[in-house]
């Protein structure tokens, strides 16, 4: 199985304040990541796929990048909306393994 | 719009069985692979299983031979029955479609399943 590793699990930050959220795959994945949004008590909510390809409706502020094992989403402007829980999920082997998770709070 | 509702969790001792089920509606579930994931409370997310539209299935190694998961496109639904529940089998559990990008862009609000 493929093992995907977030980095940090959590991390405090302000309104307005950039935030990198990494995540590092076992094996070489191919940009087969998606990202996900996870307010307290929701569902999940698909933000990004192919490692960088914004979804529908998500503000341009989140972005995605990496390559190979190593990927990262970035909130350009942390907006009081923005703090959740966010999940990396690589999808390009079965089984479809996620990441532990990096829960965004506010300082 | 799209909306996928699961039902049929709840309490169970353990060695138990539960059916959950999942009912779609607003996308085309007959050309939908779909996909179950669980998440114990305050934990990470755990994908469990997946069936394709050629009733392929898929199983993560926790729960292979213990849950099997079914879907009839007459009703739109999916399902996952599970036996010889344990206690870390406990957590929510999704229903999820994956998109034609591959990854999950829809889910249910999950359904509750506690083994004690």
């Given at each position: 199985?493929i093992?995907?590793?977030?980095?940090?699990?959590a991390?405090?930050?302000?309104?307005?304040?950039?935030?990198?959220?990494?995540?590092?795959?076992?094996?070489?994945?191919?940009?087969?990541?998606?990202?996900?949004?996870?307010?307290?008590?929701?569902?999940?909510k698909?933000?990004?796929?192919g490692?960088s390809?914004?979804?529908?409706?998500?503000?341009?502020?989140f972005?995605?990048?990496?390559?190979?094992?190593?990927?990262?989403?970035?909130?350009?402007?942390?907006?009081?909306?923005?703090?959740?829980?966010?999940?990396?999920?690589?999808?390009?082997h079965?089984?479809?393994?996620?990441?532990q998770?990096?829960?965004?709070?506010i300082? | 719009?799209?909306?996928?509702?699961?039902?049929?969790?709840?309490?169970v001792?353990?060695?138990?069985s539960?059916?959950?089920?999942?009912?779609?509606?607003?996308?085309?579930f007959?050309?939908?692979?779909?996909?179950?994931?669980?998440?114990?409370l305050?934990?990470?997310?755990?994908?469990?299983?997946?069936?394709?539209?050629?009733?392929d299935?898929?199983?993560?190694?926790?729960?292979?031979?213990?849950?099997?998961?079914?879907?009839?496109?007459?009703?739109?639904?999916?399902?996952?029955?599970?036996?010889?529940?344990?206690?870390?089998?406990?957590?929510?559990?999704?229903?999820?479609?994956?998109?034609?990008?591959?990854?999950?862009?829809?889910?249910?609000?999950?359904?509750l399943?506690?083994?004690?």
């Amino acid at each position: 199985d493929i093992q995907m590793t977030q980095s940090p699990s959590a991390l405090s930050a302000s309104v307005g304040d950039r935030v990198t959220i990494t995540c590092r795959a076992s094996q070489g994945i191919s940009g087969s990541l998606a990202w996900y949004q996870q307010q307290a008590g929701k569902a999940p909510k698909l933000l990004l796929s192919g490692a960088s390809r914004l979804e529908s409706g998500v503000p341009s502020r989140f972005s995605g990048s990496g390559s190979g094992t190593d990927y990262s989403l970035t909130i350009s402007s942390l907006q009081p909306e923005d703090f959740a829980t966010y999940h990396c999920q690589q999808y390009y082997h079965t089984p479809r393994t996620f990441g532990q998770g990096t829960k965004v709070e506010i300082k | 719009d799209v909306q996928l509702v699961e039902s049929g969790g709840g309490l169970v001792q353990p060695g138990g069985s539960l059916r959950l089920s999942c009912a779609a509606s607003g996308l085309t579930f007959t050309t939908s692979d779909m996909h179950w994931v669980r998440q114990v409370l305050g934990k990470g997310l755990q994908w469990i299983s997946g069936i394709g539209t050629g009733d392929d299935t898929y199983y993560a190694v926790a729960v292979k031979g213990r849950f099997t998961v079914s879907r009839e496109n007459a009703k739109h639904s999916l399902y996952l029955q599970m036996n010889s529940l344990r206690a870390e089998d406990t957590g929510v559990y999704y229903c999820a479609r994956e998109g034609a990008n591959w990854a999950f862009d829809h889910w249910g609000q999950g359904t509750l399943v506690i083994v004690s």
